[in-house]
């Protein structure tokens, strides 16, 4: 763990910010991508997979992988595993800057 410190420290962006405020044992750092990738889970099928990619020393989300047995609306749609990417940064009608990305696949596992 203290390794996974020291890199995160080298990357010149140590806070409570993501993906830092996640790291972990499964979290690889992969310097030839110079990608961050953490992972939560709830199980089997509840766990989320982020990839953040260092940009200018920053870390920008690249991709979001989703597992759950739930749609938006809250309907058991048994185990569903959905992809984001092409993120980009978006301003909502309050000013305030989030990050809006792209489902790029969906997968669902048949029972």
Same mark, same amino acid.
């Given at each position: 763990?203290?390794?996974?410190?020291? !890199?995160?420290?080298?990357? #010149?962006?140590?806070?409570?910010?993501?993906?830092?405020?996640?790291?972990?044992?499964?979290?690889?750092?992969?310097? =030839?991508?110079?990608?961050?990738?953490?992972?939560?889970? %709830?199980?089997?099928?509840?766990? =989320?997979?982020? =990839?953040?990619?260092?940009?200018?020393?920053?870390?920008?989300?690249?991709?979001?992988?989703?597992?759950?047995?739930?749609?938006?609306? #809250?309907?058991?749609? %048994?185990? =569903? !595993?959905?992809?984001? %990417?092409?993120?980009?940064?978006?301003?909502?009608?309050?000013?305030?800057?989030? /990050? #809006?990305?792209?489902?790029?696949?969906? /997968?669902?596992?048949?029972?």
């Amino acid at each position: 763990m203290e390794n996974t410190f020291k !890199v995160a420290k080298a990357l #010149g962006h140590f806070s409570n910010a993501k993906p830092f405020d996640n790291i972990d044992s499964q979290t690889v750092f992969n310097p =030839t991508e110079k990608t961050i990738k953490t992972h939560d889970s %709830g199980g089997s099928c509840i766990y =989320t997979e982020s =990839t953040y990619k260092i940009v200018d020393k920053i870390p920008r989300p690249h991709k979001i992988v989703i597992a759950d047995n739930f749609d938006v609306f #809250g309907v058991n749609v %048994g185990c =569903t !595993v959905y992809t984001y %990417g092409k993120f980009k940064k978006i301003t909502d009608e309050n000013g305030n800057e989030k /990050w #809006g990305k792209e489902l790029l696949s969906v /997968w669902r596992q048949i029972k």
